[in-house]
């Protein structure tokens, strides 16, 4: 077991944990950015084909120019005690110390469980991005992305720029609701840019609001989904199903280190510090804001952490003005109460324990499932069905315990507090 | 770094470019089952990111590795359930 010490570490190394380490580093710190993947990046900043997004790129290069120490392939799985996490990667089991801590984790997907969604070749819209970007070819293949937000017009946009035939948009959110956020857009230039790029590159593809998938189907994998609008339904054939409902913060390290969670995600101060001492949160973590929202986060905890306090304020604008935006983008993108029937009494719920939604009809809660049924208990430690569950039946996951993720027996007996 | 590396899925020799995911790479190699649930439905890839669980294989003899989160090395041992 190694031990050392580091000035600021961040966990994560997406656009806002890279953000914080450069600015840590820039104060004098010593910074340590770790991350579950062999590159930096997160899942928005994801490397294509061996290449980082050019936006990225300004960051990794000063993060490596400021001596940013960067340790990759690692997963955060306990903190067994105040200022100590204890990590795992392919060869062992990492213990690493810190002064103070910036948590930067991002988010995942939501999914929502509809007959078919355990299909083979039914994937999340990031999700299917993320394996495009890592290898996968999809030239010539039939793609269906449907869902909500903003994320489906990136990763449509991607799937074509990948010779996908990318067949159909369905955006659940109703077009005077999208109608009434384009209206805002006007605020923020960036975005205008960009939703212009979106609407030439994605020309002449379909995009129907107010529309959702009802039910995918195939022999052991997906061969066509069944849409609903309106009243009308109807079946199309395709090879991949891209569905993601939103997202959702990845808040499990945040709990598990006692910072206050609120609705919608870690309660952090003016300097993005959470409940806890010498614990940082910036990025989607503290709320779903998107990605400029998330580097000026990371700044802000970056110099905080660095005990530059007065560059930090500084900043406090420009993360006001993509808050508002991100608010703006919450209202638009808001889950339609139709989208609760999708799920039928057969249909699974937990993909780990196989559990469908009959056999928890009527349990009370989370506590309840878990115990009568495995919901929630296996590999994935309801990372998947909990977003679905929050928005289904209103649970939210109660506790956290160690290890947040699955990991080798080896490395939880490297755990305990050393004698 | 070499440009390719070969893996081999199931005894089948598959090659990617380097820095290609397994999880990727089986998906390539026509596998569409890369786990059985509890109940022995077929699964594969969900998230993408190392979330889900869903993309589990054997790699090196190693069984449960998210495949998504682990990039190819040249002559790796995959095997799905």
Redesign the interface.
Known sequence: MTDRAIDVLVVGAGPAGLAAACRAAECGASAAVVDENARPGGQIWRASAGRLPAAAQPWVVTAGKQGVEWIPAAQVFAAPEPGRLALENAEGELSLTYRSLILATGARERFLPFPGWTLPNVMGAGGMQALVKSGLPVEGKKVIVAGTGPLLLAVAQYLRSREADVRLIAEQARRSALARFSARLPWHPEKVAQTAQFAWSLFGVRFLTGCWPMAAAGEGRLERVTLRRGRRTWTEPCDYLACGFGLLPNTELAELLGCQIGARGVEVDEFQRSSRENIYAAGEITGIGGVELAVVEGEIAGFAAGGRQDRARRLFHERASHGRFAAALERAFALRQELKTLAQPETLICRCEDVPLDRIRSCSGWRDAKLHTRCGMGPCQGRVCGGALEFLRGWKMESVRPPVVPVRVASLVGTEPSA | MAEHVTIRVNGAPVT??????V???A??AGV???RR???G??????????????C?LTINGRA?VRS??T?CAESMEVTTD
């Open positions: 990617v470019p380097a820095g290609t995911t999880a990727a790479a998906l390539l569409h089952a890369f649930s509890v109940t439905e077929p699964r594969a890839p969900l998230c993408g990111m190392g979330i889900c669980f869903e589990c449960h998504c989160q990039v």
